[in-house]
């Protein structure tokens, strides 16, 4: 984490008159942080990162993705006891949110992975604006994929870009930017995923698909020899509920907005032992 957002990030909470934790003698205290359930822990270096700038001591032998039993303990904190209680709710808000996502992606994971050894499990852009790399990251220690950080990543052509200018020309000017940058197209039939691998396509999204029509779809493009040239990614309304259908489609990407915004927060503590 960037020195100007842990600046950022304390300003928010603190705010301009901190009386609670100013109220307190600032002696030398000891802490410890610990999870109350289990969990894939993540924000290990987010936390890490707001303990060093307040000058607290904070040891760990874990890292993300990192598989957690309730009450294991995360860090030992050494420091001035304001330092720790000005850091305490930060820090647990990271590490419960990230690890939150770390876990239901792992789950996520785990159920693809009882059909398949190669299919990806991708998050999206359904982010939380200001902390998109912290939960993008926080997926990948789960064993998930990030898919794209920002707009830039990669040229992704929506159901909204073939509205405004069709697919035809919208791959063609894809094609003329940077040869470094995958292009990927949305697409709502079989005829559209074909059209859109016959016009060079790196990866074909199957949006709002059900899994008989991806398997469908999957099969028309085997029989054109097309299957092999791109990858194919399902999205749209997947979730942990109806995953395990997704999964026997032989799709190589899932992408699921849920894995951040269906997330559940690991509950996390912080005291005080000295």
């Known amino acids: 984490m960037l020195v ?4 950022s990030f304390i300003e928010e909470d603190l705010g301009y008159d901190d009386v609670s934790c100013t109220i307190v003698p600032d002696r030398p205290a000891e802490a410890i942080i610990f999870t109350k359930e289990n969990c894939t822990v993540a ?5 890490g990162s707001i303990f060093c700038y307040l000058g607290i001591q904070a040891e760990t032998t874990l890292k993300d993705g990192d598989r957690l039993k309730e009450g294991e303990i995360i860090f030992r904190l050494n420091g001035g006891a304001v330092s720790i209680l000005r850091a305490e709710r930060l820090a647990l808000n990271f590490l419960g949110h990230l690890s939150g996502i770390a876990t239901f992606t792992h789950a996520c994971v785990d159920t693809v992975r009882r059909y398949s050894e190669t299919t990806r499990v991708a998050c999206t852009r359904k982010t ?17 994929d990030t898919h794209r950080f920002n707009l830039s990543d990669s040229v992704m052509i929506k159901d909204n870009h073939i509205k405004l200018m069709g697919i035809e ?6 094609k003329k930017t940077s040869f470094t940058r995958k292009i990927e197209v949305e697409v709502e039939s079989a005829e559209n995923a074909v059209l859109a691998a016959k016009l060079g396509a790196d990866i074909i999204m199957l949006d709002n698909m059900q899994p008989d029509a991806i398997q469908e779809t999957l099969k028309i493009l085997e029989g054109k020899g097309l299957r092999d040239s791109v990858i194919v990614e399902a999205s749209g309304g997947i979730s942990r509920e109806n995953l395990e259908n997704y999964a026997k489609t032989g799709v ?9 915004h269906r ?5 996390m503590s912080l005291e005080i032992v000295n």
């Open 4 to 7: 100007k957002e842990v600046e």
């Open 252 to 260: 190589d990407v899932i992408s699921m907005g849920s894995l951040i």
């Open 263 to 267: 997330s559940r927060w690991i509950d």
């Open 128 to 144: 939380t604006p200001g902390i998109r790399k912290f939960e993008k990251l926080a997926v990948a220690s789960g064993g998930g």
């Open 43 to 47: 924000g290990i270096k987010e936390a």
């Open 169 to 174: 020309a919208a791959i063609e000017a894809a």
